[in-house]
T-cell receptor
Framework: AQKITQTQPGMFVQEKEAVTLDCTYD???????LFWYKQPSSGEMIFLIY??????QNATEGRYSLNFQKARKSANLVISASQLGDSAMYFC???????????FGSGTKLNVKP | DAGVTQSPTHLIKTRGQHVTLRCSPI?????VSWYQQVLGQGPQFIFQ???????GRGNFPDRFSARQFPNYSSELNVNALLLGDSALYLC????????????FGPGTRLTVT
């Protein structure tokens, strides 16, 4: 069975500092995709970054990077130079090799302090 | 270009009633997925439709059903509503089934009283 675990219900970070949001996963699929989404209080889900299980390099998108450690089954999100607008819920998610199911973690609420 | 649209925005229903939620994907997108997000939790996958066929189903009872139309829009139907069905229902579309980048709509907030 597929499972995504986010163990940090809430995080605080000072503006302009970096923060790491943790995500571990469990799957028996030989290939899979890992995702991070941001959900502001407005409710929309915003795609941030994607990592394929066979990608050799860690994914980066602007201030977002994904620290992918396949052997440890972890896919942590690193946000550099935090901004006040980064305050939101962050969800880690996984898609299996059949592309027919998508699993989300329980989320981490990030608060950026001025 | 218009993003994913969902209607209605908010809905209040009584236990035992039936509800239909609608989703229009981004133009050209052929895959639509539905998710249920209970307050304080992550979204739970309900269905994926691609080319008008169900391609994936999450762990939801048969009271939940969906369909996709020739124009790729989709409906989610829930029968015999329970209080526990109160949630934000999110629709997401992607260009093809294997496209990893899903675009989410704003959701429909369903309240069951």
């Amino acid at each position: 069975a597929q499972k995504i675990t986010q163990t940090q219900p809430g995080m605080f970070v000072q503006e302009k500092e970096a923060v790491t949001l943790d995500c571990t996963y469990d799957t028996s699929d030989p290939s899979y995709g890992l995702f991070w989404y941001k959900q502001p209080s407005s409710g929309e889900m915003i795609f941030l970054i994607y990592q394929g299980s066979y990608d050799q390099q860690n994914a980066t998108e602007g201030r977002y990077s994904l620290n992918f450690q396949k052997a440890r089954k972890s896919a942590n999100l690193v946000i550099s130079a935090s901004q006040l607008g980064d305050s939101a819920m962050y969800f880690c998610a996984m898609e299996g090799s059949n592309f027919n199911k998508f699993y989300f973690g329980s989320g981490t609420k990030l608060n950026v302090k001025p | 270009d218009a993003g994913v649209t969902q209607s209605p925005t908010h809905l209040i229903k009584t236990r035992g009633q039936h509800v239909t939620l609608r989703c229009s994907p981004i133009s050209g997108h052929k895959s639509v997925s539905w998710y249920q997000q209970v307050l304080g939790q992550g979204p739970q996958f309900i269905f994926q439709y691609y080319e008008k066929e169900e391609r994936g189903r999450g762990n939801f009872p048969d009271r939940f059903s969906a369909r996709q139309f020739p124009n790729y829009s989709s409906e989610l139907n829930v029968n015999a509503l329970l209080l526990g069905d109160s949630a934000l229902y999110l629709c997401a579309s992607s260009l093809i089934r294997e496209d990893y980048e899903q675009y989410f709509g704003p959701g429909t907030r369903l309240t069951v009283t």
